[in-house]
C-alpha cells in the first residue's frame, strides 16, 4: 500500500495574503487524494540530530531564533516565517523521516509526504526560496544513518533547480541527484557543467531546458538519462522532490507537463524503484501554487505510484 504523510500542522505556516506558498496548497494536495486507499503515517517532529544530517548547528539555531523572535523573514534569504513556522517546518520533515521507517521496513510499498513549507532550495547554512530546511536531504541522510542504506537516488522534477540538495550532496559520493528545471530562473543554479566534486563527480546531472518545455523534453531526460544513471548508481532507496509547479499555467513557471505526463515520470521512478531498490520509494511535495493543477497533478501522481 501507498503510505501518506500529512501533518495539518503545517498549515500554521502562515505567509501572508497573496504569497504563492499559501496554507491552502496543503488542502488542495491532500484533498485530492479523497477515495484512494493509502495508509497513513503518523505524524512526529523531527528533531535537532535529525536536521544537523544535513543543516549547520549555528544555522538551525538561528532558524529557531528567528522564527521564535517574531522575524517576518529569515535573514539568510526570501523565506516568509510567522510563529508556527518552525513547528510546520519540524512536522513536515518528521512525518517524511516516519515514511522512511515504514518503507524501509515494509509496512508500506512506496509513500507520498505532503508538507510545507518546501524544502530543496535549504542549503546546509541558509534558508532560501521559500524553504527553512530541506525534508528529501534529511530523508536520504536518515536512510543511510538509521537503516544502513547505501546509495540513494533523488530525482527532482520541480521547474526551480534544487539548489540545496545539490549543494548538500555536491562532495558525497553516496548520493545521486538529478533535477529538471528552467533556466535561466531562480535560483540560477543547476548548469549542465555542474556534476559533483571529490568523491561526488559525476554524482549530479543537471537537464536545464527554457521555458515552453513539456513533456518531450523532460520525460526524454527522464528515460534517456536518469534511468542510464540509475544503472550505473544502482539505488537502495528512490526519493523525489515533487515540484508541480512544472505544470502547465503554474504562475511560478513556465514548463508546459500535464497530469498523463507526472503519472508517466511518477511510473518511471517506480520502475528504477523496482528494479534497485526493492520498490523502496517516497515522494516529497515540493513547489506547485495553481491549487486547481496542484490537486490534479498531485492525483494523478499517487495514483501512479499504487
Avoid at 538509521?146 to 548538500?168: C, E, M, P, S
Amino acid at each position: 500500500m501507498t503510505g501518506l504523510a500529512a501533518d495539518p500542522i503545517c498549515k500554521e505556516h502562515l505567509t501572508g495574503p497573496q504569497h504563492p506558498e499559501q496554507p491552502a496548497r496543503f488542502d488542495a494536495a491532500v484533498g485530492a487524494l479523497r477515495g484512494l486507499e493509502l495508509a497513513p503515517i503518523q505524524p512526529r517532529l523531527a528533531n535537532h540530530d535529525e536536521l544537523a544530517l544535513c543543516h549547520s548547528r549555528q544555522y538551525i539555531q538561528l532558524a529557531e531564533r528567528e522564527i521564535q523572535e517574531g522575524f517576518h523573514e529569515l535573514s539568510t534569504g526570501d523565506t516568509i516565517v510567522s510563529p508556527k513556522s518552525l513547528d510546520a517546518a519540524l512536522r513536515s520533515t518528521g512525518g517524511a523521516l516516519n515514511a522512511v521507517d515504514a518503507i524501509v521496513e515494509k509496512r508500506i510499498s512506496n509513500a507520498i509526504s505532503i508538507g510545507r513549507p518546501p524544502g530543496h532550495h535549504a542549503t546546509t547554512t541558509r534558508g532560501m526560496g521559500f524553504c527553512i530546511f530541506n525534508t528529501v536531504a534529511i530523508a536520504a541522510r536518515y536512510a543511510q544513518k538509521k537503516h544502513g542504506i547505501g546509495r540513494v537516488l533523488i530525482a527532482d522534477w520541480d521547474v526551480h533547480h534544487g539548489n540545496g540538495t545539490q549543494d548538500i550532496f555536491y562532495t558525497d559520493g553516496t548520493v545521486f541527484f538529478f533535477s529538471t528545471h528552467q533556466s535561466p530562473w531562480y535560483p540560477g543554479t543547476g548548469a549542465r557543467g555542474e556534476r559533483g566534486e571529490g568523491p561526488g563527480e559525476g554524482m549530479t546531472l543537471n537537464c536545464p531546458f527554457p521555458a515552453g518545455a513539456g513533456r518531450k523534453e523532460i520525460l526524454g531526460a527522464f528515460q534517456e538519462q536518469l534511468m542510464t544513471a540509475a544503472e550505473q548508481v544502482k539505488p537502495e532507496l528512490v526519493l523525489i522532490s515533487a515540484g508541480f509547479d512544472s505544470r502547465i499555467g503554474d504562475p511560478l513557471g513556465q514548463f508546459l507537463l500535464a497530469d498523463d505526463d507526472f503519472a508517466d515520470l511518477t511510473r518511471l521512478m517506480r520502475e528504477i524503484a523496482d528494479k534497485h531498490a526493492g520498490g523502496r520509494l517516497l515522494s516529497v511535495l515540493e513547489g506547485g501554487y495553481n491549487l486547481t493543477g496542484l490537486a490534479a497533478a498531485v492525483r494523478a501522481h499517487v495514483e501512479a505510484l499504487q
